[in-house]
T-cell receptor
C-alpha cells in the first residue's frame, strides 16, 4: 500500500550544523509531497510542499526536492537554529485516495546551542 | 493560526465513558479529516468527510464515529473508552478533498483516559 518512511530519530545537532532528514515513499499514483512540523505542545504546520516531480519546496531556509526516480523527498537545511527543534513529518497525498495525508513516523530534531 | 478550531483542547475522563470532540474547519473548506496521534502509532488517519458525506475511512475503531453537519463542522464521538484511546486527536480541513494542496490542522484535542 501507499506509505512514507522517514529516518529514525531523535536527531541531535549543534546550532549552525547542516540538517538532512531522509524521506522515501511508496505510492500507487502520483502524489503531492509535504513536510509538516510540530513544535512542542503545538499542532501540525505545513513547512513546505511539492506537487510534481522535480519541484523544489522551500520555506524558512528548509528545502526538499521531489525525486520521482528515487521516490524521495529529503528535507535539508544549511544551518539549523535552536528554534528549529521540533518533530518533522513527511507526508504524501494522493488525488485518487480521497485526499487524505499519509504520514511518516516523524523525526524528532533537537538543536543544541 | 490555521483557521481550524478544535474543542476541547484537553479532556480527562474515565474508562468506559463517552466523549465528543468538535472541529470547525477553515471558512470555505468542505472537507474534514480526523487523525489520532499516539506515541506508539504515530499519526493515524481515522476518517474523512466531504460536504456532509463520508469520503474515506482509515483505522477507525467501531467504538468511534464521526459526522459532518450542514454548517460543515464535524464531531468525533469516542465511546466505551479504554486506556489505549489516550492520544492527541487532530482535525484538518481542505478546500475540496480531491485537490493536491495542503491540509490545515487544528491544534488538537488531548484526551486522557484514566
Amino acid at each position: 500500500g501507499d506509505s512514507v518512511t522517514q529516518m529514525e530519530g531523535p536527531v541531535t545537532l549543534s546550532e549552525e550544523a547542516f540538517l538532512t532528514i531522509n524521506c522515501t515513499y511508496t505510492a500507487t499514483g502520483y502524489p503531492s509531497l509535504f513536510w509538516y512540523v510540530q513544535y512542542p505542545g503545538e499542532g501540525l504546520q505545513l513547512l513546505l510542499k511539492a506537487t510534481k516531480a522535480d519541484d523544489k519546496g522551500s520555506n524558512k531556509g528548509f528545502e526538499a526536492t521531489y525525486r520521482k526516480e528515487t521516490t524521495s523527498f529529503h528535507l535539508e537545511k544549511g544551518s539549523v537554529q535552536v528554534s528549529d527543534s521540533a518533530v518533522y513529518f513527511c507526508a504524501l497525498r494522493l488525488y485518487n485516495q480521497g485526499g487524505k495525508l499519509i504520514f511518516g513516523q516523524g523525526t524528532e530534531l533537537s538543536v543544541k546551542p | 493560526d490555521s483557521g481550524v478550531t478544535q474543542t476541547p483542547k484537553h479532556l480527562i475522563t474515565a474508562t468506559g465513558q463517552r466523549v465528543t470532540l468538535r472541529c470547525s474547519p477553515r471558512s470555505g473548506d468542505l472537507s474534514v479529516y480526523w487523525y489520532q496521534q499516539s506515541l506508539d502509532q504515530g499519526l493515524q488517519f481515522l476518517i474523512q468527510y466531504y460536504n456532509g458525506e463520508e469520503r474515506a475511512k482509515g483505522n477507525i475503531l467501531e467504538r468511534f464515529s464521526a459526522q459532518q453537519f450542514p454548517d460543515l463542522h464535524s464531531e468525533l464521538n469516542l465511546s466505551s473508552l479504554e486506556l489505549g484511546d489516550s492520544a492527541l486527536y487532530f482535525c484538518a480541513s481542505s478546500e475540496t478533498g480531491s485537490d493536491t494542496g495542503e491540509l490545515f490542522f487544528g491544534e488538537g484535542s488531548r484526551l486522557t483516559v484514566l
